[in-house]
């Protein structure tokens, strides 16, 4: 599920939940060229695999994750 998408300085950030009881995978496909995991603060993490315009996210049951993106 998508949870939140606002603009943080010159990145999007956006927060998505796997709102089950079952691992799941989400794709953001925006023709994006950078990505990097945040933590609930904001703080910038990871650097995230960027392939072809895309991201892949592996949720763990009940997970909510922010990513940034640009």
């Known amino acids: 599920v ?4 606002r ?8 927060r998505v939940v ?7 995978r989400a794709t953001l496909d925006t023709e994006l060229v950078e990505a990097r995991d ?3 603060l904001g703080r ?3 650097a ?7 991201v892949t996210l592996d949720l763990v049951p009940w997970e909510i ?4 993106v640009r």
């Open 44 to 46: 910038p993490g990871d």
């Open 18 to 24: 796997n709102d089950g009881a079952t691992a799941c």
């Open 7 to 14: 603009r943080r300085h010159d990145w999007l950030e956006i």
């Open 65 to 68: 994750r922010t990513v940034q």
């Open 38 to 40: 945040v933590d609930l």
């Open 2 to 5: 998508l949870s939140a998408v």
């Open 48 to 54: 995230l695999t960027v392939t072809g315009g895309r």
